[in-house]
Structure formats: structure tokens, C-alpha cells
């Protein structure tokens, strides 16, 4: 096999003090912290469509990007090559696990026939490419949002012959997600939304998004796929507004059509900024509600706007972030997948490496900040003693179910004004910065 990044080899973790910018000063895969290895607790994965499809095009210009991957006139030459070379870019960078859009694998041919054949072509090399390695699959999905007829959407399209041609999309990637071994698999509504409500019946096609849901989730019984199904919230883009806008949005759908059960979510850091909200509060969110299931690590830029899908590399958020998953028990089917993309000026391959070690650094001392957090345990307990009231007495009885409007109101005529206390902002973020 031919190999397509010859100045790289097997990124190694050499410690903080080292300078080399092709190793790790942070992450040791095998390092255990609070009981598991970090590449366990991390669970990082490489997403396709960004890391090797991606060639830096934009609204204003196309790709400019040449890979030696991409060097042939025939696509599924083109194909190959690419499977190739990400598991070789995977092996090098040593994470455990890869994503995928249907299409991104395997390129479209003229009917679905034809373009399914293609696909289990690729699936086939990917799979002995996964034995080869012991690379795992986080997640496969379907690209249901590129080709034209997708244009109006794909499960909340006006057509119903469209509808049908999206969900036999959507059969054919859950089977090969699971031949694939896949640990989930993740419905992104790409644009399942509207542009104008005007022309746009908004009631019937929450409806048939969550039929179509329902067909996958009996599907994925029938064929017995074991993988975590989630939903990837986002609020915009390219829709004006999508229906899966933001976690509390997709919980209350997923409880009103009972999907509840059958669903966690997959939490991207620039579609919560996109939402008016920041990562952490979408994975708090997924925290409280039991929803909490795997994550698109990347970051927005504030001052544009849009979902840059920039490599994530702030500190902070890596921190926070690690905070509530390890709050919350941990990844268990779910992973840090980098849906992220280098810049449109880092023309290099070799940028794809420094990207990609960057960000597992990144959230290494995140996760190492986290387990600060937690053994020492400060900030819990301040968060404790601030919601102490509820431990006993009045609060007791208000959470018990004990009281209601009228003891409440004998309560309050009794004991007069509440006694206020300071929310101590400050003194909480000057808490954090010590783990930092
Ligand atoms: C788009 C996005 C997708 C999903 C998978 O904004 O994040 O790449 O992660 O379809
Ligand atoms: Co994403």
C-alpha cells in the first residue's frame, strides 16, 4: 500500500517540556487517570468528511487544498486511495475511532442501486482496514443534504417520494454502520428545517421527521444493530432554522413522539454556540436529562458567526466540557469526535496532524483539570452548600412533595422577609482559574 504522509511518523506522547510540534506533551493514551486510560476516558475519533474530504472551499472560493490521495480521475480510485490513506492518518495519530457520512466514503452513481454497490465496495476495504489497525467506528451516518433533491429536506420534505428516497438512504447507512461494527450512529438534520415559513407546513413535518426516526429505531430492532442512535443538535445553517435547534429542543420532541428512550445526543461545541448557548450548557443540559451521549469537539469564532468547525484548543471549554462528562459517568458509546476542519490557508497535509494533536492535547489537560476538579472537590461542594436549603426543613419538604401553595403561604406569613446570599460569581471562576 502506498503511503501518503511519508514525513510523519507514529505521533508519540514525549511530555510538556518537549518541542516538538509532531508529538504530545499532554495526552498518553495509556496513562490511567481516575481508573481508565486516557485514550479511554477521551475516546477521541477522526471524522472523514472534514479531515479528508475537506479541501478548504468556501462561499467565496473553492478548495485549495491538493492531497496525493485525490490524484486520480477516477472516483472510486479517489475512493480508495482516501480510505487508505486516513487509516494510515489514523494509525500515526493513534486515536481508537473514525466517522463517517455515507456519501463521503463513497461517491454518489446515477441511481441508489448503483451508488449502494459502490458503497459496499468501500465498506468492505474499511472493514479490513478496521481489522488490519483495530480502528473502531464512533458513528456512521447519512449524508441526506448535498444532492439536490434534498434541497426542501430529506425526512421533513414536501415530497413524499423524497422522504422514501431518504429513509432507503438511511436503511443502507445503518446497515453498513453496523457491519462496520458501529458503536452508533447519528441522524444530523442537515436540512430538515425551513427557509420560509411561508411555504412551509411546520406541524406535519415535525410529524414525519419523527415517523421517520421511528422507522429507523424499528429498523435497527429488526436487523438487531446494537449502536446508540443519537441526534446532532444545531440551530441554523443551512436552514434558517432547523428543527433539531438545540438539546432542550430535540428532548421535548423526542418525549412528545416517544423516541425519549430510544436516543441520546450528540453535543457540538460550535452548533451550541450557533444556539445562543455555550458547550457547556448544552452538556449540562444532556447531563440533568440523562441525554448525554457523545460529542463533536470543535469550536465557533464569535466575531463570525457561523460554524467555522475551527480544531478546538480552548482551555476552558476542554476543561468544562470534561467537568460534566466526567460528572456524568464518563463516554461509554460515545467519543470526541473532531468534526473540525483547518483553515482554508493551511494548505499542508502535515496541518491535519498539527490540528489533530493539538485538540487531543487540548482536551487531555482538560481531563486532567477535571479530575482536579473533582478530587478536590471544591467547586461540588460550594455548589452544594448553596442549594443546602433543600437538605432539610422547608426545602425537604417543598422536594418531597409535602407541601403546597397554602403551608407555603402560612410558612412564608410566619418567618417574614427570606434571608438573601451572595450568588459569589467571582470567587467561583476565580476557583476554576486555579485548575486551569
Ligand atoms: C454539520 C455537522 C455534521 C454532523 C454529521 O454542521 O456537524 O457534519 O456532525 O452529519
Ligand atoms: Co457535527
Redesign the pocket.
Same mark, same amino acid.
Given at each position: 500500500m502506498a503511503e501518503y504522509f511519508p514525513e510523519v511518523g507514529k505521533i508519540a506522547y514525549e511530555g510538556p517540556d518537549s518541542d516538538n510540534p509532531l508529538a504530545f506533551r499532554h495526552y498518553n493514551a495509556g496513562e490511567v487517570i481516575m481508573g481508565k486510560t486516557m485514550a479511554e476516558h477521551l475516546r477521541f475519533a477522526v *471524522?472523514y $468528511? %472534514?479531515t479528508f474530504k475537506g479541501l478548504g472551499g468556501d462561499p467565496f472560493g473553492p478548495g485549495t487544498m491538493i492531497r496525493n490521495y485525490n490524484d486520480s480521475g477516477d472516483e472510486m480510485k479517489v475512493a480508495e486511495m482516501t480510505l487508505e490513506a486516513a487509516f494510515e492518518f489514523f494509525t500515526k495519530l493513534g486515536v481508537g475511532f473514525w *466517522?463517517f %457520512?455515507d456519501r463521503d466514503i463513497a461517491p454518489e452513481a446515477d441511481t441508489l442501486a448503483e451508488t449502494n454497490k459502490r458503497l459496499d465496495v468501500i465498506v468492505a476495504k474499511a472493514k479490513k482496514l478496521q481489522a488490519d489497525t483495530g480502528l473502531k467506528l464512533l458513528w456512521g &451516518? &447519512?449524508?441526506a443534504?448535498s444532492h439536490r433533491r434534498f434541497m426542501a429536506g430529506a425526512g421533513t420534505n414536501p415530497s413524499p417520494e423524497i422522504f422514501a428516497y431518504a429513509a432507503s438512504q438511511i436503511k443502507k447507512a445503518i446497515e453498513v454502520t453496523a457491519e462496520l461494527g458501529g458503536e452508533g450512529y447519528?441522524f $444530523?438534520g442537515?436540512r430538515e428545517g425551513y427557509d420560509t415559513l411561508l411555504n412551509t407546513d411546520l406541524g406535519r413535518e415535525l410529524e414525519h421527521l419523527a415517523k421517520l426516526l421511528q422507522m429507523a429505531v424499528d429498523y435497527k430492532k429488526k436487523i438487531g444493530f446494537e449502536g446508540q442512535f443519537y441526534i +446532532?443538535p444545531?440551530p441554523k +445553517?443551512p436552514t434558517k432554522h432547523q428543527y433539531d435547534f438545540d438539546a432542550g429542543n430535540c428532548y421535548a420532541f423526542l418525549q412528545k413522539f416517544g423516541l425519549v428512550d430510544d436516543f441520546k445526543l450528540?453535543i +457540538?461545541a460550535? %452548533?451550541a454556540t450557533l444556539a445562543g448557548h455555550d458547550f457547556h450548557h448544552e452538556l449540562a443540559f444532556c447531563a440533568a436529562n440523562n441525554m448525554l451521549g457523545s460529542v /463533536?469537539a470543535n469550536r465557533g469564532d464569535m466575531l463570525l458567526g457561523w /460554524?467555522t468547525?475551527q480544531f478546538p484548543t480552548n482551555l476552558y471549554d476542554a476543561t468544562l466540557a470534561m467537568y460534566i462528562i466526567l460528572k456524568s459517568g464518563g463516554l461509554t458509546t460515545g467519543g470526541l469526535?473532531f /468534526?473540525a476542519k483547518v483553515r482554508r490557508q493551511s494548505i499542508d497535509a502535515i496541518d491535519l496532524f498539527y490540528a489533530h494533536i493539538g485538540s487531543m492535547d487540548t482536551f487531555a489537560r482538560g481531563l486532567k483539570n477535571a479530575v482536579k476538579m473533582i478530587e478536590d472537590g471544591k467547586l461540588e461542594a460550594a455548589v452544594k452548600a448553596r442549594y443546602g436549603g433543600w437538605d432539610e426543613g422547608l426545602g425537604k419538604k417543598i422536594e418531597s412533595g409535602q407541601a403546597g401553595f397554602e403551608e407555603l403561604e402560612v410558612y412564608t406569613l410566619e418567618n417574614g422577609e427570606p434571608e438573601l446570599k451572595s450568588g459569589r460569581q467571582e470567587l467561583f471562576e476565580n476557583l476554576l482559574n486555579e485548575y486551569i
Open positions: *471524522c $468528511w %472534514h *466517522c %457520512h &451516518t &447519512t449524508n443534504f447519528v $444530523w442537515g +446532532e444545531k +445553517e450528540n +457540538e460550535n %452548533h /463533536d /460554524d468547525d469526535n /468534526d
